[in-house]
């Protein structure tokens, strides 16, 4: 089986934005050379003001058509929103192993001693039957209080364009959270959505020290790492990333690119 996998095939990661870099952040620590095609939908942000119906037959659609042109060996939605609303529509259509990146909800009830725990994620995250599964499976007795945060996305991703973040959307999302009925005992907080460690810094910051943030990168790729475990990989094969959105302003990324062993950045 593994002898059939092409060993310069990529990993496909996708987002809507640049909130998957948090996952390729993750993968690179453990497979520093794997290579990798990283694909932010910026055409389509945010995916979290959304419809369900809209936002699976877009990822459906484009994951489909980036599986034919650069045949990864496998493909991670680095995408809450998506993976909650669409993962199994995708890994019915795709033949390749799909991972999917849903709300760390599992680790951060393990690690909750006031058992009210905070969940942060996009307007459509927080509304999945996905979510109230996730919770009933991991967080049953336990508190958890849900908030979408839309300004966060944004925040996000002019952060790593160099740009000043608004400090109201940090400061309100908190608040939010915070001024729900029990929210002062939150002592961990699921950020679901890849965005939000981008914003790691600010969020601690508002949120106080004594409050944990938990998010999936480690876990996706551990999981990544599993699912390819004994595949051939060629040594310094290309890895690049594309946007469907503007190229000169995803170019202004390159630096940061740059870090992870992406040298490449091209439109989809
Ligand atoms: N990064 C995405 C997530 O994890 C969503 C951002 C958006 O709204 O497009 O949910």
């Known amino acids: 089986m593994t ?133 009933a499976e991991f967080a049953s007795g336990k508190r958890l209080l849900r908030q979408a945060a839309p300004g966060l996305v944004n925040a996000a991703e002019a952060k790593l364009r160099g740009q000043d973040i608004d400090p109201k959307a940090v400061r309100n999302a908190v608040a939010a959270l915070r001024a729900q009925d029990g929210g002062d005992a939150i002592d961990t907080v699921v950020l679901a959505c890849t965005h939000f460690p981008l914003l790691n810094t600010e969020l601690q910051a508002e949120f106080g020290d004594e409050v944990d943030l938990i998010d999936g990168s480690r876990g996706i790729a551990r999981r990544i790492a599993h699912l390819i475990e004994g595949q051939p990989i060629a040594r310094g094969a290309l890895s690049r990333a594309v946007t469907t959105g503007d190229i000169d302003a995803f170019r202004q990324l390159s630096p940061i690119f740059a870090t992870y062993g992406i040298d490449r950045l091209d439109r989809f």
């Not at 993968?27 to 809209?54: H, N």
């Not at 599986?67 to 529509?89: D, F, G, H, K, V």
């Not at 951060?108 to 001693?113: G, Q, T, V, Y």
């Open 3 to 135: 002898d059939s996998i092409d060993p310069t095939a990529p990993i496909l990661i996708f987002d809507s934005g640049v909130g998957g870099l948090t996952v390729l952040a993750a993968l690179r620590e453990i497979m520093p050379e794997v290579p990798v095609i990283f694909a932010a939908d910026q055409a389509g942000l945010p995916y979290g003001t959304k419809s369900e119906s809209e936002i699976a037959a877009r990822v459906a659609g484009l994951l489909g058509r980036m599986s034919e042109r650069y045949r990864p060996r496998l493909a991670c939605i680095a995408c809450n929103t998506a993976s909650t609303i669409a993962l199994s529509m995708v890994r019915d259509v795709l033949e390749i192993p799909i991972v999917g990146t849903v709300p760390a909800i599992k680790p951060a009830a393990a690690r909750s001693k006031s058992g009210t725990i905070g969940l942060l994620g996009t307007e459509a995250t927080v509304r999945q039957v996905y979510v109230d599964r996730l919770e």
